[in-house]
Structure formats: structure tokens, C-alpha cells
């Protein structure tokens, strides 16, 4: 078995990104988990984060999710080496303002594969830089076709370590497997702590096909 992740190489002599470092999101594979072979990134050269990729091929081949800011951005590509920039569209991108998603949005763990369609959880945040979960439904075969894309947060900070940190009013995931028909959310709170909640995946797949 072949396992396939994307990691970040840092730039900026060990400055956070937040604080002005740059990153290169890298993709890689391994047979093992121990022993790492790095493929290469999708885009270089660009304020480009929130790469996922898709957990299986679609139509052949091999899809992932990125940042383009202030869009999420979908790709393709034959060999995950070469992701042609042809091929690239913007996906979603944020809503009008008053929204909770209106300045910037961008994906969070590897889309999860059901009957209804790809559900991503996605964050997103405001004028007032106060990061929300939300979710989305893509479809199977042609993820460019956003289904749905409810109006309401999942998710947002209310926590005392979720509204202060390092970055304060932030909660940010990148993994969300589903164990037994439950969600299990991990995710940065005020991008100093790890938290996680949990959910029933039919229970967030009611809520996202409701609106």
C-alpha cells in the first residue's frame, strides 16, 4: 500500500506563517510511513496553503484542493507531479460581506467520500479575522459542481484557548477521518492548542443538505 500526504517546507528562517514566514506545500509518498519520497509542489512562487487531496482518483486521476487567496482552488493531475495551471479553477470563494465567510476561505481535511456527494469541511473567516468552520457538498465525479453550500457556520470559537493564542479567534483543522459513522475534528484552537470534536457524519450530512 502506497500512502500519499502533503507537508510544508518552511521559508523565512523559522518564521511562523502567520508572522510573515512563507511555506511550500510539498506532496509525498511512502510505503511505509517511515520512508518518505517527496514528488514535489502543486504551484510555487505564490501565497498558495490549504492543499488536501482527494482520497481517491477521479475519473483516472488524481484531484486536490488549494489556496489561491482568497478562493479555494481545485486541480488535477496524471502523476501528482504535474499539476498543469490550465487545468486549475477556482472552486468556491467568499460571500458577499456580512457573511462569516467574506473575506477568505480555504479548505481544511481531506474531503469525505458519501452517497450524497464529497462533503469538505472548510474554514473561513470575516473583516473582523474571526476564523468559522462551514461545509460544503461537491460532487462525486465532478467535484467543480458545488451542490451545496449552507449559509450557517458548523463551528467557531467560544473558548478561552480558541479566542486567545498566538492568533486569537481561531479554530483551523486538517483532519477530520470518520471512525465508525463519527466525525472526529482536530484542530488548531488560537494556533497554539489542539483540540477535537466529534459528530455523527449523518447528523452533519442532515445539516448540510437542510439548507
Not at 498558495?48 to 477521479?58: G, Q
Not at 467574506?102 to 450524497?116: D, L, M, R, W, Y
Request: hydrophobic share 35%; net charge negative.
Amino acid at each position: 500500500m502506497t500512502y500519499t500526504a502533503y507537508g510544508r517546507e518552511f521559508h523565512g528562517q523559522g518564521t511562523p506563517t502567520h508572522a510573515g514566514g512563507g511555506i511550500l506545500p510539498m506532496i509525498a509518498r511512502s510505503h511505509n510511513l517511515i520512508v518518505w519520497e517527496r514528488l514535489g509542489p502543486i504551484v510555487r512562487g505564490e501565497d498558495n496553503k490549504d492543499h488536501v487531496l482527494f482520497p481517491r482518483r477521479i475519473r483516472g486521476r488524481y484531484a486536490a484542493l488549494h489556496r489561491r487567496w482568497p478562493q479555494v482552488w481545485l486541480a488535477y493531475s496524471d502523476d501528482l507531479c504535474t499539476w498543469r495551471e490550465a487545468e486549475m479553477q477556482p472552486l468556491f470563494g467568499p460571500r458577499p460581506e456580512g457573511h462569516w465567510d467574506s473575506k477568505s476561505v480555504g479548505a481544511n481535511g481531506v474531503p469525505i467520500e458519501t452517497e450524497q456527494g464529497w462533503l469538505l469541511l472548510y474554514h473561513g473567516y470575516d473583516q473582523d479575522h474571526v476564523y468559522r468552520f462551514g461545509a460544503c457538498l461537491l460532487d462525486l465525479e465532478e467535484p467543480h459542481r458545488l451542490i451545496r453550500r449552507p449559509r450557517d457556520p458548523l463551528f467557531w470559537p467560544q473558548e478561552l484557548w480558541e479566542l486567545r493564542g498566538d492568533v486569537p479567534n481561531v479554530v483551523f483543522s486538517c483532519a477530520n477521518p470518520v471512525v465508525n459513522g463519527t466525525v472526529y475534528l482536530f484542530y488548531g484552537g488560537g494556533d497554539h492548542v489542539i483540540g477535537l470534536a466529534t459528530c455523527r457524519l449523518d447528523d452533519l450530512l442532515d445539516l448540510v443538505t437542510a439548507q
